[in-house]
């Protein structure tokens, strides 16, 4: 993100001189460019010029030469000797360009710079060395670590460089002691960019004066040759634009001659451009970069000595290739849009960088140059911004070109560009250029003053509507009944409907000056949650307040997961959905039942180190059809009909709700002298059986044969959940292979219900209270023997359907099986409550209730015990 110094930004709009960093965020914030960052320097003083007296080379037995070097940083900083008198200081340097004469930045004992590095004095090489000398890359300024930094070749003018005494201030003359303010743009505010449209902002928010640079710079810039013929030729042959639109419909070219290629960057060009966050290379590169982050257009520099005419803007042709300038080769494709020059005659054969985003190799400025060429030119964005993404090479030009450049500002860029060069290169910029303009002018907005209001709220005149549309760079022109035609600038290409001007009149006017308003809800009829909805929320609830987590994990599958459940794939992935574009290749279809996904997830956490872990999860598993009909294409633009819905939902697999859950390691620990119970079958089944009560479900279990309990289940420990004569799930221990092949504890635990099954049993209505008896309770217990094969559940509905309403409770408390008990025989015994509505029960009415009960009994061979 774009880098905001208000030294620079002071040439654009007028600042308060007490203006802070945290007040020009807060100011621009106001008008939509977001604080980022505000960056303090990592450097700390004292850093000050120092002149070298003298620098004795040493060599070392390493085969490295060392400077011993007397540096006279000052009277304030100088040592001081035996007598009290004020000497060079004694630094150590290694630097090949280190010479005596020379004024350089030396860093004092004290002063810390970039990685937290503080400056000490230390004993190396013989020498105790008081400080240092230092580089660009030392101080944060750039990558060049090849040599200290010597302020004669630094950018200074000979005055400025003769005005610099030892012990001055290097932190101020470099600006190291200077903050900077990191701003976010959003992608279509490309304008901003550049300190020209910031200034702008800073402008709407505050109201200080402004000045547009480039309308002085486009009034000198020379135009264009007649036909495109200027300083070379240029043509523009785009034979595969990307949706009807030219790739480059401006090419601006300016000669400037006569450069000196040793002529250098000035100090204060170089110092707002390392502030930006760009190294300095040379003066034609450094203009280029200063003019695409002053003004935000992106321009390249060539040696013209180098490129042959004509210029051809173009396509790349199957098989071309391009090295660009960091030195990594790229395979061309048809869509990138190439600048490319004409050596031997031939037309385009020769490709000299990619457009707007980066340059080859070819035709780059040197430390030979003495003429160069200026391009400035205008892309369109998506080109810019596919190439930049293809090839993986984004750049500061691509970041705004594909947001949306200028399309009026190419000859003052370059303006400014040759005035820059010229001054500082000793140049003579062309008045000959060429320029290739196909651009079109900005259409017309009809635009209706109510629109504010109608859109946003805010009541805001007309006039200020109209000033504030003005102020943006439009031109607006009245039509009478509240109506303007408005004609978005050039460097808005954001602005292109209506409401796009609505919001840029809201932006200013201020967001917090909207009104609040709360939207009446239209609601007509049954409001609230379905009764399915309800249903949900009351199992989530129920696990959870059992002490379970509720995970959400992704419906994916694979082959891995159906082995670890002891599914074999040939058999489950033809009824399995395959998603055609899979996040994970290993998992390429979509869920059958819960557990799957949910194990992974507790699978994770156990490898995390988490030991005790039980989740429970609600989600759609999908049942593929493989005798479904084929799901047609419907047509877009409309409506379907209600044929076509019906033929569409044939076709999609099914989708039921299930809820499932897994409960692994310790049920029960409640310290080091309590109970430790590691979980099991009877905790799945105490979470199922409270999820069935609290939805009021009549549910029963039936514990099927060895042979007959699927395989990721437990064969002995695994029962199925029938709700009338429908079977709705599973609850149980997992197989002790899917516990090997996961990595869970032995007897993890699970259930899993088919929530849509099992709501469609439940009839919603509600609960109906009875009476409170007011006759006491008679309480006995009941034991019966009953062969091993007969179920709790289907004693105690005998049970139940025998007392009729004088039951009021019946609890099994106990199960016994051996001693005296014959073989395959079992005792089961009840605590039983009796209460009449109507009576007190007598020892007579209790003991006919016992004699029902028995012979009940009997009908399924459970006998009394005495």
């Known amino acids: ?211 547009d640079p480039v309308l002085e710079l486009d009034s000198n810039a020379p135009r264009g040759a007649d036909e495109g013929r200027g300083d070379i030729e240029v043509r523009i042959e785009d034979d595969a634009p990307i949706h009807g639109v030219q790739g480059c419909d401006r090419y601006y070219a300016r000669a400037v001659r006569g450069f000196d290629p040793g002529a250098r960057t000035p100090n204060w060009m170089r110092r707002r451009l390392i502030r930006a966050g760009m190294r300095s290379i040379s003066l034609a590169v450094d203009v280029t970069n200063y003019v695409m982050l002053d003004l935000g257009q992106p321009m390249h520099a060539y040696d013209l000595d180098k490129l042959s005419g004509p210029i051809v803007v173009r396509r790349a042709k199957p098989g071309e290739k391009l090295t660009t300038l960091d030195g990594k080769d790229h395979d061309l494709s048809v869509e990138d849009l190439l600048i490319t020059d004409s050596p031997n005659g031939e037309p385009g054969s020769r490709v000299l960088g990619l457009a707007g985003v980066m340059g080859g190799l070819y035709g780059e400025v040197t430390a030979e140059t003495k003429n ?287 809820v499932a859950a897994l409960l692994t390691g310790k049920a029960e620990e409640s310290g080091w002298l309590g109970v430790h119970r590691d979980v099991d079958w009877s905790d799945a089944v105490e979470a199922m059986t409270r999820v069935m009560d609290r939805l009021g479900a009549d549910f029963r279990i039936d514990q099927p044969e060895s042979g007959d309990v699927p395989a990721q289940w437990h064969p002995g420990r695994a029962a199925r959940v029938q709700v009338g004569d429908e079977f709705v799930g599973m609850v149980g221990e997992l197989h002790p292979h899917v516990c090997t092949a996961l990595g869970l504890p032995n007897h993890s635990a699970a259930f899993e219900l088919n929530l849509t099954g099992l709501f469609a049993h439940l009839d919603g209505r509600p609960v109906q209270a009875k009476p409170i008896s007011t006759f006491p309770p008679v309480k006995q217990d009941l034991a019966f023997t009953v062969d091993e094969s007969v179920s709790d559940a289907r004693l105690q509905s005998v049970i139940e359907q025998a007392a009729g309403s004088d039951l009021e409770s019946i609890e099994l408390f106990d199960v016994y099986a051996g001693g005296q008990l014959g073989e395959h025989q079992k005792s089961l015994a009840y605590s039983v409550t009796f209460r009449s509505s109507t009576k007190t029960l007598a020892q007579s009415d209790t003991e006919a209730l016992r004699a029902r009960i028995a012979q009940a009994a009997e009908g399924i061979g459970a006998h009394l015990r005495a």
Request: charged share 25%; glycine share 8%; proline share 8%.
């Open 372 to 658: 160069v060429l200026l391009e400035s030119a205008h892309f369109d964005p998506i080109s810019i911004a596919r190439s930049a993404r293809r090839h993986k090479i984004p750049s500061e030009a691509s970041h705004r070109f594909e947001r949306g450049v200028d399309s009026a500002l190419q000859p003052g860029a370059a303006e400014m560009a040759a005035e820059l060069l010229t001054r500082f290169g000793g140049g003579q910029a062309s008045e000959n250029p060429v320029d290739v303009d196909d651009t079109r002018p900005r259409q017309p907005i009809d635009f209706r003053y109510c629109e504010v209001a109608r859109l946003t709220g805010l009541d805001t005149e007309d006039s200020r509507i109209r000033d504030i549309l003005t102020d943006i760079g439009c031109s607006v022109h009245e039509e009478g009944d509240g109506r303007a035609s408005v004609v978005p600038p050039t460097w808005r290409p954001d602005l292109a409907e209506p409401c796009d001007l609505v919001e840029e009149v809201a932006r200013l006017v201020g967001y917090d000056e909207i009104p609040t308003t709360v939207p009446p809800a239209p609601v007509s009829g049954e409001v609230g949650l379905t009764m399915n909805q309800l249903r949900e929320r009351q199992v989530a609830d129920e696990l959870a307040e059992y002490g379970l987590t509720e995970s959400l994990s992704y419906p994916f599958v694979g082959p891995a997961d159906f082995k670890a459940f002891g599914c074999n794939p040939e058999e489950i992935e033809p009824v399995s959905v395959e998603v055609a574009n899979p996040l994970a290749g290993d998992r390429p279809y979509l869920r059958r039942t819960i557990l799957p996904t949910l194990a992974q997830t507790v699978q994770r956490n156990i490898r995390r180190g988490l030991d005790n872990v039980s989740l429970y999860e609600l989600g759609h598993v999908y049942l593929w059809d493989p005798q479904a009909p084929a799901i047609p294409s419907l047509p877009g633009g409309r409506k379907p009909s209600d044929e076509q819905l019906k033929a569409l939902d044939a076709g999609l697999p099914d989708q039921p709700l299930h």
């Open 1 to 211: 993100m774009p880098m905001v110094d208000i030294d620079w930004l002071k040439d654009h709009v007028e600042v308060p001189a007490d203006l802070t960093y945290e007040r020009l965020a807060a100011d621009l914030v106001r008008v939509g460019l977001e604080e980022e960052q505000i960056h303090s320097s990592q450097v700390t003083g004292p850093i000050v010029v120092g002149y070298v007296v003298s620098a004795e080379p040493e060599p070392q037995k390493n085969g490295k030469t060392i400077n011993w070097c007397k540096v006279d940083v000052g009277p304030e900083f100088n040592d001081t000797d035996d007598d009290g008198n004020k000497v060079p200081r004694g630094i150590v340097c290694g630097a090949p360009n280190m010479a005596a004469g020379e004024k350089v930045v030396v860093t004092l004992p004290g002063a810390v710079l970039p990685g937290d590095f503080k400056i000490e004095p230390r004993k190396t090489y013989g020498h105790i060395s008081n400080g240092m000398c230092a580089s660009e890359r030392e101080l944060g300024l750039g990558d060049d670590h090849n040599g200290i930094i010597l302020l004669r070749n630094y950018g200074f003018s000979e005055d400025e460089y003769e005005a610099l005494e030892p012990g001055d201030d290097a932190m101020y003359l470099l600006h190291l002691d200077k903050p900077l303010l990191e701003i976010n743009i959003t992608p279509d505010r490309g304008y901003a960019f550049s300190y020209r449209g910031v200034a702008r902002e800073y402008h709407h928010s505050t109201g200080a004066a402004y000045r």
